[in-house]
Protein backbone atom coordinates (compact mmCIF):
# COMPACT_ATOMS: atom_id res chain seq x y z
CA UNK A 1 0.00 0.00 0.00
CA UNK A 2 1.76 3.77 -0.91
CA UNK A 3 0.92 6.23 0.98
CA UNK A 4 1.38 10.26 0.66
CA UNK A 5 4.19 11.89 3.21
CA UNK A 6 4.17 15.51 3.39
CA UNK A 7 7.95 16.66 4.64
CA UNK A 8 8.82 19.56 6.48
CA UNK A 9 12.28 18.80 6.95
CA UNK A 10 14.81 16.31 6.34
CA UNK A 11 14.83 15.68 10.21
CA UNK A 12 11.27 14.64 9.05
CA UNK A 13 12.57 11.10 7.96
CA UNK A 14 13.94 10.23 11.37
CA UNK A 15 11.64 7.46 13.24
CA UNK A 16 12.29 7.40 16.77
CA UNK A 17 11.49 5.20 19.69
CA UNK A 18 8.26 6.64 22.19
CA UNK A 19 10.06 8.13 25.41
CA UNK A 20 9.36 4.94 27.30
CA UNK A 21 12.26 3.57 24.96
CA UNK A 22 14.25 6.78 24.99
CA UNK A 23 17.52 4.43 24.94
CA UNK A 24 17.04 3.54 21.33
CA UNK A 25 18.47 4.70 18.39
CA UNK A 26 17.49 6.45 14.83
CA UNK A 27 16.88 3.79 12.00
CA UNK A 28 19.41 3.78 9.41
CA UNK A 29 18.13 6.00 6.46
CA UNK A 30 17.08 3.31 4.45
CA UNK A 31 15.35 1.76 6.59
CA UNK A 32 13.43 4.66 7.54
CA UNK A 33 12.54 5.75 3.60
CA UNK A 34 11.36 1.86 2.95
CA UNK A 35 8.76 2.05 5.93
CA UNK A 36 7.62 5.22 5.31
CA UNK A 37 6.88 4.42 1.40
CA UNK A 38 5.23 0.14 2.28
CA UNK A 39 4.46 0.94 5.84
CA UNK A 40 6.51 -2.07 7.29
CA UNK A 41 7.61 -1.72 10.47
CA UNK A 42 11.60 -2.38 10.25
CA UNK A 43 12.72 -4.21 13.85
CA UNK A 44 16.50 -4.71 14.73
CA UNK A 45 16.04 -7.65 15.75
CA UNK A 46 13.25 -8.73 13.83
CA UNK A 47 13.10 -12.70 13.33
CA UNK A 48 14.24 -14.29 10.18
CA UNK A 49 11.70 -14.44 7.44
CA UNK A 50 10.99 -17.05 5.25
CA UNK A 51 11.99 -17.27 1.83
CA UNK A 52 9.08 -16.68 -0.25
CA UNK A 53 8.76 -13.37 2.83
CA UNK A 54 11.66 -11.94 2.05
CA UNK A 55 11.75 -11.96 -2.12
CA UNK A 56 8.24 -10.44 -1.79
CA UNK A 57 9.46 -7.55 0.52
CA UNK A 58 12.54 -7.43 -2.23
CA UNK A 59 9.93 -7.14 -4.94
CA UNK A 60 7.61 -4.77 -3.19
CA UNK A 61 10.68 -2.42 -2.63
CA UNK A 62 12.13 -2.36 -6.31
CA UNK A 63 8.51 -1.77 -7.40
CA UNK A 64 8.47 1.31 -5.23
CA UNK A 65 11.73 2.42 -5.96
CA UNK A 66 10.94 2.55 -9.78
CA UNK A 67 7.29 4.23 -9.10
CA UNK A 68 9.32 7.32 -7.31
CA UNK A 69 11.99 7.27 -9.34
CA UNK A 70 9.16 7.64 -12.64
CA UNK A 71 7.64 10.60 -10.27
CA UNK A 72 11.53 12.10 -9.83
CA UNK A 73 11.58 12.05 -13.19
CA UNK A 74 8.67 13.53 -14.20
CA UNK A 75 8.84 16.47 -11.72
CA UNK A 76 12.68 17.23 -13.34
CA UNK A 77 11.25 16.98 -16.81
CA UNK A 78 9.29 20.05 -16.05
CA UNK A 79 12.06 21.76 -13.57
CA UNK A 80 13.94 24.55 -15.99
CA UNK A 81 17.54 22.78 -14.75
CA UNK A 82 16.23 19.46 -16.44
CA UNK A 83 19.34 20.14 -18.81
CA UNK A 84 21.72 19.94 -16.59
CA UNK A 85 21.06 16.33 -15.11
CA UNK A 86 19.04 14.21 -17.30
CA UNK A 87 19.62 13.17 -20.48
CA UNK A 88 16.58 13.75 -22.54
CA UNK A 89 14.69 11.22 -24.73
CA UNK A 90 14.76 14.04 -27.53
CA UNK A 91 12.91 11.50 -30.30
CA UNK A 92 10.04 10.98 -28.23
CA UNK A 93 9.51 15.08 -27.12
CA UNK A 94 6.86 16.82 -29.15
CA UNK A 95 7.44 20.45 -29.67
CA UNK A 96 4.44 21.60 -27.41
CA UNK A 97 6.23 19.77 -24.69
CA UNK A 98 9.73 20.88 -24.91
CA UNK A 99 8.47 24.60 -25.36
CA UNK A 100 5.94 24.46 -22.44
CA UNK A 101 9.24 24.11 -20.18
CA UNK A 102 9.51 27.98 -20.78
CA UNK A 103 12.45 29.56 -21.28
CA UNK A 104 12.87 28.38 -24.72
CA UNK A 105 15.66 29.77 -27.50
CA UNK A 106 13.96 29.08 -30.87
CA UNK A 107 15.86 29.27 -34.37
CA UNK A 108 13.66 28.78 -37.35
CA UNK A 109 15.19 27.47 -40.98
CA UNK A 110 12.06 28.10 -43.69
CA UNK A 111 14.10 26.88 -46.61
CA UNK A 112 14.02 23.45 -47.51
CA UNK A 113 17.46 22.91 -47.20
CA UNK A 114 18.22 19.69 -44.23
CA UNK A 115 21.98 20.18 -44.13
CA UNK A 116 22.40 23.39 -41.82
CA UNK A 117 25.83 24.97 -42.75
CA UNK A 118 28.43 25.74 -40.41
CA UNK A 119 27.20 29.24 -39.25
CA UNK A 120 23.97 27.87 -38.36
CA UNK A 121 25.29 24.82 -36.39
CA UNK A 122 27.59 27.34 -34.81
CA UNK A 123 24.36 29.25 -33.40
CA UNK A 124 22.74 26.49 -32.41
CA UNK A 125 25.51 25.56 -30.63
CA UNK A 126 26.96 28.69 -29.26
CA UNK A 127 22.96 28.82 -27.44
CA UNK A 128 22.88 25.53 -26.24
CA UNK A 129 26.54 25.92 -24.67
CA UNK A 130 25.77 29.78 -22.61
CA UNK A 131 21.92 28.52 -22.00
CA UNK A 132 22.38 24.93 -20.49
CA UNK A 133 19.25 25.52 -18.56
CA UNK A 134 17.26 25.71 -21.40
CA UNK A 135 15.75 23.98 -24.60
CA UNK A 136 17.08 25.12 -27.65
CA UNK A 137 14.94 24.20 -30.71
CA UNK A 138 15.82 24.92 -34.12
CA UNK A 139 12.34 24.78 -36.86
CA UNK A 140 12.97 23.41 -39.74
CA UNK A 141 10.65 23.65 -42.66
CA UNK A 142 11.76 20.79 -44.58
CA UNK A 143 12.00 18.39 -42.15
CA UNK A 144 9.26 16.03 -41.46
CA UNK A 145 7.94 13.52 -39.03
CA UNK A 146 9.26 10.97 -41.34
CA UNK A 147 12.77 12.33 -42.41
CA UNK A 148 13.28 13.21 -38.49
CA UNK A 149 13.82 9.23 -38.14
CA UNK A 150 16.72 9.73 -40.52
CA UNK A 151 18.52 12.43 -38.85
CA UNK A 152 21.69 10.86 -37.08
CA UNK A 153 22.79 8.74 -40.48
CA UNK A 154 21.71 11.19 -42.86
CA UNK A 155 23.33 14.61 -41.61
CA UNK A 156 26.05 15.49 -40.11
CA UNK A 157 24.82 18.63 -39.29
CA UNK A 158 22.19 16.75 -37.83
CA UNK A 159 23.76 14.07 -35.95
CA UNK A 160 26.34 17.15 -34.10
CA UNK A 161 23.66 19.39 -33.07
CA UNK A 162 21.57 16.25 -31.72
CA UNK A 163 24.22 15.20 -29.91
CA UNK A 164 23.97 18.33 -26.97
CA UNK A 165 21.54 17.19 -24.48
CA UNK A 166 19.18 20.36 -24.61
CA UNK A 167 19.08 21.02 -28.10
CA UNK A 168 15.92 19.77 -30.29
CA UNK A 169 14.85 19.40 -34.35
CA UNK A 170 11.29 19.45 -35.09
CA UNK A 171 9.56 20.13 -38.43
CA UNK A 172 8.32 23.78 -39.14
CA UNK A 173 4.07 23.16 -39.59
CA UNK A 174 3.60 26.90 -39.83
CA UNK A 175 -0.69 26.25 -40.24
CA UNK A 176 -0.53 24.56 -36.68
CA UNK A 177 2.11 27.46 -35.28
CA UNK A 178 -0.38 29.75 -36.59
CA UNK A 179 -3.31 28.76 -34.76
CA UNK A 180 -5.12 30.50 -32.71
CA UNK A 181 -2.95 33.67 -33.93
CA UNK A 182 -4.15 36.68 -36.26
CA UNK A 183 -2.33 35.26 -38.81
CA UNK A 184 -3.89 32.08 -39.29
CA UNK A 185 -6.23 34.09 -41.79
CA UNK A 186 -3.32 35.91 -43.60
CA UNK A 187 -1.45 32.28 -43.66
CA UNK A 188 -4.82 31.17 -45.63
CA UNK A 189 -5.03 33.41 -47.82
CA UNK A 190 -1.39 34.37 -49.08
CA UNK A 191 0.02 32.80 -52.13
CA UNK A 192 3.41 31.78 -51.26
CA UNK A 193 4.15 31.52 -55.01
CA UNK A 194 3.23 35.17 -55.74
CA UNK A 195 5.58 36.16 -52.92
CA UNK A 196 9.33 37.12 -53.60
CA UNK A 197 10.77 37.17 -50.08
CA UNK A 198 8.45 34.78 -49.17
CA UNK A 199 11.04 33.11 -46.94
CA UNK A 200 11.92 36.30 -45.42
CA UNK A 201 8.20 36.70 -44.66
CA UNK A 202 7.35 33.24 -43.43
CA UNK A 203 10.21 33.06 -40.83
CA UNK A 204 9.09 36.67 -39.40
CA UNK A 205 5.38 35.48 -38.69
CA UNK A 206 6.75 32.16 -37.45
CA UNK A 207 8.60 33.70 -34.76
CA UNK A 208 6.00 36.37 -33.94
CA UNK A 209 3.06 33.39 -33.17
CA UNK A 210 5.80 31.06 -31.46
CA UNK A 211 6.71 33.54 -28.93
CA UNK A 212 3.59 34.58 -28.31
CA UNK A 213 2.55 31.48 -27.49
CA UNK A 214 5.53 29.98 -25.58
CA UNK A 215 7.66 33.09 -24.90
CA UNK A 216 11.41 33.27 -24.78
CA UNK A 217 13.88 34.50 -26.90
CA UNK A 218 13.93 34.13 -30.82
CA UNK A 219 17.39 34.50 -32.67
CA UNK A 220 18.08 34.31 -36.27
CA UNK A 221 20.35 31.74 -37.26
CA UNK A 222 23.40 33.67 -38.03
CA UNK A 223 23.75 34.69 -34.47
CA UNK A 224 26.31 33.72 -32.34
CA UNK A 225 25.90 33.51 -28.40
CA UNK A 226 28.96 34.54 -25.98
CA UNK A 227 26.70 35.23 -22.89
CA UNK A 228 23.44 35.43 -21.57
CA UNK A 229 20.77 37.64 -21.59
CA UNK A 230 19.78 39.07 -18.55
CA UNK A 231 16.33 40.63 -19.67
CA UNK A 232 12.99 38.96 -19.88
CA UNK A 233 11.23 41.34 -22.16
CA UNK A 234 13.56 43.08 -24.64
CA UNK A 235 14.11 44.54 -28.23
CA UNK A 236 17.44 44.81 -29.52
CA UNK A 237 18.38 48.21 -31.23
CA UNK A 238 20.04 47.58 -34.45
CA UNK A 239 20.79 51.27 -34.60
CA UNK A 240 19.36 54.14 -32.62
CA UNK A 241 15.54 54.70 -33.17
CA UNK A 242 15.67 51.37 -35.45
CA UNK A 243 14.87 48.28 -33.96
CA UNK A 244 15.79 44.62 -35.07
CA UNK A 245 13.68 41.62 -35.02
CA UNK A 246 16.27 38.39 -35.64
CA UNK A 247 17.05 38.67 -31.68
CA UNK A 248 13.65 39.67 -29.25
CA UNK A 249 12.52 37.81 -25.99
CA UNK A 250 9.18 38.21 -24.01
CA UNK A 251 7.19 36.02 -21.67
CA UNK A 252 4.37 34.11 -23.49
CA UNK A 253 0.86 35.99 -24.54
CA UNK A 254 2.59 39.71 -24.59
CA UNK A 255 0.51 42.00 -25.38
CA UNK A 256 3.31 43.39 -27.67
CA UNK A 257 3.85 40.52 -29.90
CA UNK A 258 0.02 40.52 -30.14
CA UNK A 259 -0.49 43.72 -31.45
CA UNK A 260 2.86 43.02 -33.72
CA UNK A 261 0.88 40.80 -35.01
CA UNK A 262 -2.04 42.20 -35.97
CA UNK A 263 -0.56 45.08 -37.66
CA UNK A 264 1.66 42.50 -39.32
CA UNK A 265 -1.75 41.46 -41.13
CA UNK A 266 -3.03 45.10 -41.47
CA UNK A 267 -0.15 46.44 -42.90
CA UNK A 268 1.20 43.28 -44.80
CA UNK A 269 2.96 44.10 -48.28
CA UNK A 270 5.22 41.42 -49.09
CA UNK A 271 6.52 43.34 -51.27
CA UNK A 272 8.68 45.29 -49.60
CA UNK A 273 11.70 43.60 -47.64
CA UNK A 274 11.35 43.44 -43.87
CA UNK A 275 7.95 45.31 -43.70
CA UNK A 276 6.86 42.29 -41.47
CA UNK A 277 9.98 42.33 -39.93
CA UNK A 278 12.58 45.62 -38.28
CA UNK A 279 10.02 47.68 -39.25
CA UNK A 280 7.44 46.33 -38.04
CA UNK A 281 8.92 46.15 -34.74
CA UNK A 282 10.37 49.59 -35.00
CA UNK A 283 6.98 51.19 -36.00
CA UNK A 284 5.21 49.55 -33.02
CA UNK A 285 7.80 50.14 -30.69
CA UNK A 286 6.87 53.78 -31.61
CA UNK A 287 4.17 53.89 -30.63
CA UNK A 288 4.78 53.14 -27.08
CA UNK A 289 7.49 55.77 -26.56
CA UNK A 290 9.54 58.44 -27.95
CA UNK A 291 12.54 56.94 -29.48
CA UNK A 292 15.81 58.68 -29.02
CA UNK A 293 19.45 58.37 -29.77
CA UNK A 294 21.83 55.84 -27.58
CA UNK A 295 24.60 57.50 -25.52
CA UNK A 296 27.36 55.18 -24.42
CA UNK A 297 26.22 51.73 -23.75
CA UNK A 298 22.87 52.67 -21.88
CA UNK A 299 19.88 50.88 -22.59
CA UNK A 300 16.55 52.01 -23.03
CA UNK A 301 13.53 51.33 -21.48
CA UNK A 302 9.48 52.11 -22.20
CA UNK A 303 6.19 50.40 -20.82
CA UNK A 304 8.36 47.67 -19.24
CA UNK A 305 9.96 46.39 -22.60
CA UNK A 306 13.90 47.14 -22.52
CA UNK A 307 15.18 48.34 -25.97
CA UNK A 308 18.44 47.04 -25.81
CA UNK A 309 21.76 49.13 -27.08
CA UNK A 310 23.11 48.28 -30.44
CA UNK A 311 26.47 47.32 -28.71
CA UNK A 312 24.59 44.18 -27.45
CA UNK A 313 24.09 42.36 -30.44
CA UNK A 314 25.16 44.78 -33.25
CA UNK A 315 28.61 46.10 -32.36
CA UNK A 316 29.68 45.88 -36.44
CA UNK A 317 26.98 47.64 -38.29
CA UNK A 318 25.82 45.60 -41.10
CA UNK A 319 27.77 47.92 -43.39
CA UNK A 320 30.44 46.63 -42.03
CA UNK A 321 29.71 42.99 -42.01
CA UNK A 322 32.96 41.97 -44.12
CA UNK A 323 35.15 42.56 -41.01
CA UNK A 324 33.79 39.29 -39.10
CA UNK A 325 35.99 37.83 -42.10
CA UNK A 326 39.14 39.92 -41.96
CA UNK A 327 42.48 39.27 -39.86
CA UNK A 328 42.30 42.06 -37.01
CA UNK A 329 45.37 43.17 -35.71
CA UNK A 330 43.76 42.92 -31.78
CA UNK A 331 40.54 40.95 -31.69
CA UNK A 332 37.89 42.69 -29.76
CA UNK A 333 36.69 41.86 -26.44
CA UNK A 334 32.74 42.57 -27.23
CA UNK A 335 32.36 43.28 -23.24
CA UNK A 336 29.07 44.77 -23.88
CA UNK A 337 27.26 42.16 -25.78
CA UNK A 338 25.51 39.32 -25.21
CA UNK A 339 25.37 37.50 -28.62
CA UNK A 340 27.17 38.66 -32.10
CA UNK A 341 24.77 39.26 -35.73
CA UNK A 342 27.02 38.09 -38.57
CA UNK A 343 24.96 39.50 -41.02
CA UNK A 344 24.49 36.51 -43.15
CA UNK A 345 22.24 38.42 -45.15
CA UNK A 346 24.38 40.84 -46.49
CA UNK A 347 27.16 38.04 -46.77
CA UNK A 348 24.39 36.04 -49.09
CA UNK A 349 27.24 33.10 -48.07
CA UNK A 350 29.95 34.53 -49.91
CA UNK A 351 32.33 34.72 -47.39
CA UNK A 352 32.62 31.53 -44.64
CA UNK A 353 35.14 30.58 -42.31
CA UNK A 354 37.98 29.00 -43.51
CA UNK A 355 40.06 26.64 -40.59
CA UNK A 356 43.98 28.47 -40.38
CA UNK A 357 42.43 31.56 -41.79
CA UNK A 358 42.98 33.36 -38.52
CA UNK A 359 39.91 35.73 -38.96
CA UNK A 360 37.53 37.65 -36.34
CA UNK A 361 34.54 34.49 -37.11
CA UNK A 362 36.92 31.57 -36.77
CA UNK A 363 38.17 33.21 -33.53
CA UNK A 364 34.74 33.09 -32.94
CA UNK A 365 33.59 29.86 -34.33
CA UNK A 366 36.75 28.48 -31.70
CA UNK A 367 35.60 30.41 -28.63
CA UNK A 368 31.92 29.65 -28.68
CA UNK A 369 31.27 26.68 -30.58
CA UNK A 370 34.49 24.65 -30.73
CA UNK A 371 32.51 21.34 -31.92
CA UNK A 372 31.35 23.20 -34.68
CA UNK A 373 34.51 24.39 -35.86
CA UNK A 374 36.39 21.18 -35.22
CA UNK A 375 33.96 19.43 -37.19
CA UNK A 376 34.89 22.34 -40.08
CA UNK A 377 38.73 21.12 -39.72
CA UNK A 378 37.80 17.67 -40.19
CA UNK A 379 35.69 18.53 -43.47
CA UNK A 380 38.19 20.45 -44.99
CA UNK A 381 41.06 17.47 -44.30
CA UNK A 382 38.39 14.94 -45.75
CA UNK A 383 38.58 18.01 -48.99
CA UNK A 384 42.10 17.78 -49.25
CA UNK A 385 42.52 14.35 -49.18
CA UNK A 386 39.88 13.85 -51.69
CA UNK A 387 41.67 16.63 -53.96
CA UNK A 388 45.16 15.20 -53.48
CA UNK A 389 43.28 11.57 -54.68
CA UNK A 390 41.94 13.17 -57.88
CA UNK A 391 45.31 14.88 -58.38
CA UNK A 392 47.12 11.73 -58.44
Not at 328 to 340: G, I, Q, T, V
Request: hydrophobic residues 35%; proline residues 6%; charged residues 20%.
Amino acid sequence: MLQTVWVSSPGSWAFRESEHHHRGRERSWKCRFVRTIIQHPCRRHAPKRPWKARMLRKIQICLCFCFVSGILYEISLLSSCVFNYLPMSQHYLTPEQVLNLGKSIIFLETTERLEPPPLVSCSVESAARIYQDRAIILFMKGLTNETALDLNTSYAAFSLLSSMKNVFLFPLQMETVFQETPLLQWYNQVDPEQEKNWVHISSDASRLALIWKYGGIYMDTDVISIRPIPERSFLAAQKSRFSSNGIFGFPARHKFIWDCMEDFVLRYNGNIWGNQGPFLMTRMLKTLCNLTDFEGTEDHSCQNISFLNPQRFYPIPYPAWSRYYQVWDKSPSFNHSYALHLWNFMNHNRKAVVAGSNTLAEKLYKAYCPTTYEDLIQNAKKRDSTDSEDAV
